[in-house]
Protein backbone atom coordinates (compact mmCIF):
# COMPACT_ATOMS: atom_id res chain seq x y z
CA UNK A 1 0.00 0.00 0.00
CA UNK A 2 1.00 3.30 -0.37
CA UNK A 3 2.06 5.66 2.25
CA UNK A 4 3.91 9.14 2.63
CA UNK A 5 7.43 8.70 4.62
CA UNK A 6 10.63 10.73 5.35
CA UNK A 7 13.90 9.60 5.96
CA UNK A 8 14.21 12.12 9.50
CA UNK A 9 17.49 14.18 9.59
CA UNK A 10 17.26 13.82 5.89
CA UNK A 11 16.18 16.78 3.91
CA UNK A 12 14.25 16.50 0.93
CA UNK A 13 13.21 12.56 1.41
CA UNK A 14 9.93 12.81 1.62
CA UNK A 15 7.92 10.85 -1.15
CA UNK A 16 5.41 7.94 -1.77
CA UNK A 17 6.59 4.53 -1.57
CA UNK A 18 4.69 0.95 -1.58
CA UNK A 19 5.15 -0.38 2.51
CA UNK A 20 4.17 -3.61 3.60
CA UNK A 21 0.43 -4.07 3.76
CA UNK A 22 -0.72 -3.90 7.48
CA UNK A 23 -3.34 -6.67 9.48
CA UNK A 24 -5.11 -6.15 12.77
CA UNK A 25 -3.26 -8.54 14.81
CA UNK A 26 -5.09 -9.83 18.05
CA UNK A 27 -5.88 -6.43 20.53
CA UNK A 28 -5.87 -4.20 17.55
CA UNK A 29 -8.53 -2.42 15.23
CA UNK A 30 -7.90 -2.29 11.98
CA UNK A 31 -8.56 1.42 10.28
CA UNK A 32 -8.72 3.12 7.07
CA UNK A 33 -7.36 6.28 6.88
CA UNK A 34 -9.65 8.91 5.27
CA UNK A 35 -7.83 12.68 5.96
CA UNK A 36 -4.70 13.70 8.37
CA UNK A 37 -4.14 17.38 8.71
CA UNK A 38 -1.02 18.93 8.10
CA UNK A 39 1.08 21.15 10.02
CA UNK A 40 4.31 22.88 11.08
CA UNK A 41 5.21 19.28 13.12
CA UNK A 42 5.19 17.41 9.41
CA UNK A 43 7.32 20.62 7.72
CA UNK A 44 10.18 20.27 10.56
CA UNK A 45 10.12 16.70 10.03
CA UNK A 46 10.30 17.06 5.82
CA UNK A 47 12.97 19.39 6.39
CA UNK A 48 15.09 16.89 8.13
CA UNK A 49 14.76 19.24 11.64
CA UNK A 50 12.91 16.89 13.51
CA UNK A 51 11.50 13.16 14.03
CA UNK A 52 12.69 9.56 14.94
CA UNK A 53 11.57 6.39 12.81
CA UNK A 54 10.93 3.36 14.76
CA UNK A 55 13.69 1.55 16.10
CA UNK A 56 15.99 -0.82 13.27
CA UNK A 57 13.83 1.23 10.61
CA UNK A 58 15.16 3.77 8.50
CA UNK A 59 11.71 5.72 7.05
CA UNK A 60 9.18 7.23 9.25
CA UNK A 61 5.63 7.12 8.08
CA UNK A 62 4.44 10.99 8.38
CA UNK A 63 0.49 11.42 9.80
CA UNK A 64 -0.28 12.48 13.16
CA UNK A 65 -3.42 14.87 12.48
CA UNK A 66 -5.81 11.43 11.67
CA UNK A 67 -9.30 10.78 10.73
CA UNK A 68 -10.17 7.26 9.84
CA UNK A 69 -13.01 4.87 9.62
CA UNK A 70 -12.89 1.46 11.42
CA UNK A 71 -12.46 -1.58 9.29
CA UNK A 72 -14.41 -4.30 11.46
CA UNK A 73 -15.75 -4.79 14.30
CA UNK A 74 -13.87 -5.46 17.63
CA UNK A 75 -13.15 -3.96 20.77
CA UNK A 76 -16.25 -1.79 21.07
CA UNK A 77 -15.76 0.00 17.80
CA UNK A 78 -17.96 -1.17 14.63
CA UNK A 79 -17.07 -1.27 10.86
CA UNK A 80 -17.95 1.86 9.23
CA UNK A 81 -17.68 4.03 12.88
CA UNK A 82 -15.34 7.46 12.20
CA UNK A 83 -12.68 7.63 14.74
CA UNK A 84 -9.12 9.81 15.43
CA UNK A 85 -6.35 8.45 17.58
CA UNK A 86 -4.10 9.73 20.19
CA UNK A 87 -0.36 10.81 19.13
CA UNK A 88 1.79 10.48 22.01
CA UNK A 89 2.44 7.07 23.55
CA UNK A 90 3.58 5.62 27.00
CA UNK A 91 7.24 5.44 27.49
CA UNK A 92 6.64 2.31 29.91
CA UNK A 93 8.69 3.41 32.61
CA UNK A 94 7.80 6.50 34.30
CA UNK A 95 5.35 8.11 36.81
CA UNK A 96 3.04 10.03 34.37
CA UNK A 97 3.14 7.00 31.80
CA UNK A 98 1.66 4.49 34.27
CA UNK A 99 -0.33 7.02 35.35
CA UNK A 100 -2.02 7.09 31.87
CA UNK A 101 -0.70 10.83 31.12
CA UNK A 102 1.99 10.18 28.56
CA UNK A 103 1.26 14.10 27.36
CA UNK A 104 3.27 14.69 30.46
CA UNK A 105 5.90 11.86 30.38
CA UNK A 106 8.95 12.52 32.39
CA UNK A 107 11.56 10.85 30.53
CA UNK A 108 11.24 12.17 27.24
CA UNK A 109 10.87 7.91 25.46
CA UNK A 110 7.18 7.93 24.97
CA UNK A 111 6.52 7.06 20.85
CA UNK A 112 4.75 9.91 19.05
CA UNK A 113 2.39 8.56 15.29
CA UNK A 114 4.03 10.34 12.54
CA UNK A 115 6.72 11.59 14.47
CA UNK A 116 8.27 9.75 17.19
CA UNK A 117 9.55 5.94 16.86
CA UNK A 118 5.66 4.86 15.54
CA UNK A 119 4.39 5.24 11.87
CA UNK A 120 1.76 7.93 11.36
CA UNK A 121 -1.54 7.66 9.43
CA UNK A 122 -0.66 8.67 5.96
CA UNK A 123 -1.17 5.54 4.85
CA UNK A 124 -3.82 3.79 3.69
CA UNK A 125 -4.40 1.13 6.55
CA UNK A 126 -3.49 1.20 10.55
CA UNK A 127 -3.51 -1.33 12.83
CA UNK A 128 -4.28 0.27 16.23
CA UNK A 129 -4.33 -0.34 19.50
CA UNK A 130 -8.13 0.65 20.43
CA UNK A 131 -7.67 2.29 23.43
CA UNK A 132 -5.76 4.65 21.56
CA UNK A 133 -9.02 5.33 19.50
CA UNK A 134 -11.66 8.59 20.29
CA UNK A 135 -15.06 8.20 18.71
CA UNK A 136 -15.80 10.70 16.08
CA UNK A 137 -19.69 11.57 16.26
CA UNK A 138 -21.54 11.39 12.51
CA UNK A 139 -22.47 14.90 13.09
CA UNK A 140 -18.78 16.07 13.54
CA UNK A 141 -18.52 13.77 10.10
CA UNK A 142 -15.03 15.12 8.10
CA UNK A 143 -14.50 18.13 10.90
CA UNK A 144 -13.04 14.92 13.02
CA UNK A 145 -9.93 16.01 10.91
CA UNK A 146 -9.33 18.86 13.25
CA UNK A 147 -9.45 16.23 16.65
CA UNK A 148 -5.62 16.51 16.93
CA UNK A 149 -5.03 20.67 16.69
CA UNK A 150 -8.36 21.17 19.20
CA UNK A 151 -6.76 18.71 21.90
CA UNK A 152 -3.97 20.80 21.77
CA UNK A 153 -5.97 23.71 22.78
CA UNK A 154 -8.48 22.02 25.19
CA UNK A 155 -5.15 21.01 27.35
CA UNK A 156 -3.44 24.15 27.26
CA UNK A 157 -7.44 25.67 28.47
CA UNK A 158 -7.67 22.80 31.18
CA UNK A 159 -3.92 23.23 32.38
CA UNK A 160 -4.42 27.35 32.32
CA UNK A 161 -7.64 26.94 34.09
CA UNK A 162 -6.08 24.74 36.79
CA UNK A 163 -3.25 27.27 37.23
CA UNK A 164 -5.73 30.25 36.99
CA UNK A 165 -7.84 28.38 39.91
CA UNK A 166 -5.27 27.79 42.20
CA UNK A 167 -6.26 30.97 44.07
CA UNK A 168 -9.23 32.95 43.33
CA UNK A 169 -9.67 33.83 39.49
CA UNK A 170 -11.70 34.84 37.00
CA UNK A 171 -10.98 33.78 33.04
CA UNK A 172 -13.08 36.88 31.46
CA UNK A 173 -10.50 38.52 28.91
CA UNK A 174 -8.16 36.17 26.73
CA UNK A 175 -5.45 37.42 24.11
CA UNK A 176 -4.25 34.78 21.36
CA UNK A 177 -1.58 35.48 19.76
CA UNK A 178 -1.21 33.77 16.44
CA UNK A 179 -4.43 33.09 14.38
CA UNK A 180 -3.04 29.71 12.69
CA UNK A 181 -5.12 26.50 13.12
CA UNK A 182 -3.86 26.44 17.08
CA UNK A 183 -4.65 30.36 17.31
CA UNK A 184 -7.90 29.94 15.87
CA UNK A 185 -9.16 26.57 17.61
CA UNK A 186 -8.05 28.26 21.01
CA UNK A 187 -10.20 31.51 20.01
CA UNK A 188 -12.92 29.18 19.16
CA UNK A 189 -12.63 27.02 22.85
CA UNK A 190 -12.68 30.19 24.64
CA UNK A 191 -15.64 31.34 22.68
CA UNK A 192 -17.79 28.66 23.23
CA UNK A 193 -17.06 29.33 26.76
CA UNK A 194 -18.03 32.67 26.29
CA UNK A 195 -14.80 34.57 27.32
CA UNK A 196 -14.24 38.03 25.96
CA UNK A 197 -11.00 37.16 23.04
CA UNK A 198 -8.88 39.07 21.32
CA UNK A 199 -7.14 37.86 19.02
CA UNK A 200 -3.64 38.99 17.39
CA UNK A 201 -1.87 38.04 14.37
CA UNK A 202 0.41 39.61 11.32
CA UNK A 203 -2.68 39.64 8.68
CA UNK A 204 -4.57 42.48 7.89
CA UNK A 205 -7.75 41.04 8.95
CA UNK A 206 -9.14 37.70 10.04
CA UNK A 207 -12.99 36.94 9.40
CA UNK A 208 -13.18 33.26 10.52
CA UNK A 209 -11.64 35.65 14.22
CA UNK A 210 -14.80 37.59 14.17
CA UNK A 211 -17.07 34.75 13.11
CA UNK A 212 -16.63 33.34 16.22
CA UNK A 213 -17.29 36.70 18.26
CA UNK A 214 -13.61 37.45 18.66
CA UNK A 215 -12.11 41.04 18.24
CA UNK A 216 -9.01 40.66 15.51
CA UNK A 217 -6.00 43.14 15.92
CA UNK A 218 -3.44 42.69 12.85
CA UNK A 219 -0.38 43.33 15.04
CA UNK A 220 0.82 44.72 12.06
CA UNK A 221 -0.15 48.15 12.61
CA UNK A 222 -0.96 47.65 16.55
CA UNK A 223 1.38 46.81 19.33
CA UNK A 224 0.11 43.72 21.57
CA UNK A 225 0.86 46.50 24.95
CA UNK A 226 -1.60 48.91 23.48
CA UNK A 227 -4.88 46.04 24.16
CA UNK A 228 -4.85 46.30 27.57
CA UNK A 229 -4.21 43.57 29.99
CA UNK A 230 -5.55 40.02 30.36
CA UNK A 231 -6.14 37.22 32.44
CA UNK A 232 -5.06 34.33 30.22
CA UNK A 233 -2.65 34.99 27.02
CA UNK A 234 -1.92 32.80 24.69
CA UNK A 235 1.08 32.46 22.36
CA UNK A 236 0.14 30.13 19.27
CA UNK A 237 2.88 32.48 17.04
CA UNK A 238 6.25 30.60 17.19
CA UNK A 239 8.15 33.49 18.40
CA UNK A 240 10.03 33.64 21.65
CA UNK A 241 10.14 37.64 22.09
CA UNK A 242 6.13 37.45 21.80
CA UNK A 243 6.25 34.90 24.41
CA UNK A 244 8.60 36.85 26.85
CA UNK A 245 6.47 39.85 26.24
CA UNK A 246 3.40 37.56 27.53
CA UNK A 247 4.13 38.20 30.91
CA UNK A 248 3.77 42.05 30.67
CA UNK A 249 0.42 41.57 29.23
CA UNK A 250 -1.32 39.51 32.20
CA UNK A 251 -3.99 41.48 34.73
CA UNK A 252 -3.49 40.20 38.40
CA UNK A 253 -3.43 36.58 39.30
CA UNK A 254 -3.11 36.34 35.27
CA UNK A 255 -1.54 33.08 33.13
CA UNK A 256 0.34 33.43 30.23
CA UNK A 257 0.51 30.02 28.16
CA UNK A 258 2.64 29.00 25.29
CA UNK A 259 2.18 26.60 22.97
CA UNK A 260 4.30 28.08 19.70
CA UNK A 261 7.54 26.86 19.17
CA UNK A 262 10.72 29.33 18.33
CA UNK A 263 14.16 27.18 17.87
CA UNK A 264 15.97 30.00 16.48
CA UNK A 265 18.71 31.02 18.89
CA UNK A 266 18.54 34.63 19.90
CA UNK A 267 18.64 36.64 22.73
CA UNK A 268 14.87 38.07 23.89
CA UNK A 269 14.55 40.93 26.15
CA UNK A 270 11.83 41.51 28.58
CA UNK A 271 11.53 45.04 31.03
CA UNK A 272 13.54 43.88 33.89
CA UNK A 273 10.44 44.59 36.58
CA UNK A 274 8.19 43.01 34.51
CA UNK A 275 9.89 39.75 35.47
CA UNK A 276 11.63 40.82 39.13
CA UNK A 277 8.23 42.77 40.22
CA UNK A 278 5.27 42.38 38.70
CA UNK A 279 5.22 38.89 38.05
CA UNK A 280 5.59 38.16 42.28
CA UNK A 281 3.57 41.25 43.36
CA UNK A 282 0.99 40.22 40.75
CA UNK A 283 0.71 36.59 40.92
CA UNK A 284 1.36 36.09 36.96
CA UNK A 285 2.41 32.47 35.58
CA UNK A 286 4.19 31.60 32.45
CA UNK A 287 3.82 27.83 31.57
CA UNK A 288 4.16 25.53 28.36
CA UNK A 289 1.53 23.07 27.42
CA UNK A 290 2.34 20.03 24.69
CA UNK A 291 0.08 17.45 23.04
CA UNK A 292 -2.60 16.08 25.06
CA UNK A 293 -4.13 13.80 27.68
CA UNK A 294 -7.34 11.38 26.42
CA UNK A 295 -9.54 13.55 28.32
CA UNK A 296 -8.71 16.55 26.31
CA UNK A 297 -9.17 14.71 22.98
CA UNK A 298 -12.97 13.49 24.43
CA UNK A 299 -13.50 17.02 25.16
CA UNK A 300 -12.23 18.57 21.74
CA UNK A 301 -14.15 16.23 19.78
CA UNK A 302 -17.22 17.08 21.97
CA UNK A 303 -16.38 20.82 21.96
CA UNK A 304 -15.93 20.69 18.03
CA UNK A 305 -19.06 19.23 17.87
CA UNK A 306 -20.94 21.89 20.04
CA UNK A 307 -18.53 24.73 17.67
CA UNK A 308 -19.87 22.97 14.77
CA UNK A 309 -23.44 23.42 16.13
CA UNK A 310 -22.95 27.34 17.08
CA UNK A 311 -20.76 28.29 14.05
CA UNK A 312 -21.58 25.92 11.06
CA UNK A 313 -20.59 28.08 8.31
CA UNK A 314 -17.24 28.94 10.37
CA UNK A 315 -16.26 25.50 11.21
CA UNK A 316 -16.35 24.30 7.47
CA UNK A 317 -13.85 27.49 6.54
CA UNK A 318 -11.32 25.85 9.04
CA UNK A 319 -9.34 23.64 6.06
CA UNK A 320 -8.86 25.03 2.88
CA UNK A 321 -7.17 22.87 1.50
CA UNK A 322 -8.29 19.31 0.36
CA UNK A 323 -5.09 17.16 -1.52
CA UNK A 324 -4.64 13.66 -2.86
CA UNK A 325 -1.87 12.30 -0.86
CA UNK A 326 1.08 12.43 -3.75
CA UNK A 327 0.19 16.15 -3.91
CA UNK A 328 1.70 16.79 -0.51
CA UNK A 329 4.55 18.99 -1.39
CA UNK A 330 1.68 21.72 -1.73
CA UNK A 331 0.50 20.65 1.28
CA UNK A 332 3.05 21.68 3.34
CA UNK A 333 3.92 24.74 1.33
CA UNK A 334 -0.23 25.93 1.68
CA UNK A 335 -0.52 28.88 4.04
CA UNK A 336 -3.59 30.48 5.19
CA UNK A 337 -5.95 27.29 6.71
CA UNK A 338 -5.03 24.74 7.18
CA UNK A 339 -4.60 21.77 5.00
CA UNK A 340 -5.30 18.17 4.60
CA UNK A 341 -4.03 14.91 2.90
CA UNK A 342 -7.15 13.40 1.35
CA UNK A 343 -6.77 8.75 1.50
CA UNK A 344 -9.95 7.88 1.18
CA UNK A 345 -13.34 9.94 0.36
ZN1 LIG B 1 0.05 18.69 13.94
ZN1 LIG C 1 6.86 8.44 30.32
Known sequence: MQALVTQPGHTHTTRIEDVPAVEAREGEVLVRTLEVGVCGTDREISEGLFGIAPQDEQLLVLGHEALGVVEQDGYGFTRGQLVTATVRRSCCHCLACAEES???????????RGITRLHGYDRELVAEDPEQLVAIPKSLGRLGV??????????ALRHSRTIGGRQPWQLERALVIGAGAIGLLATYL?????VEVTTASLEPENELVEQSGAQYVSTHDNELSALGKFDLVIEA???????AQTLGLLRRSGVACLLGIDPHHQTVELDGPVLGVDTILENHVLFGSVNAHRQDWLAAVD??????????????????LRLPLDRFQE?????????????SD
Request: contains cysteine; negative net charge.
Open 102 to 112: PDSCLTGDYSE
Open 146 to 155: LAEPTSICER
Open 190 to 194: LRLAD
Open 237 to 243: AGNAQLM
Open 303 to 320: DLDRARERWPEALEQFVT
Open 331 to 343: AFEHRGGKATLVL
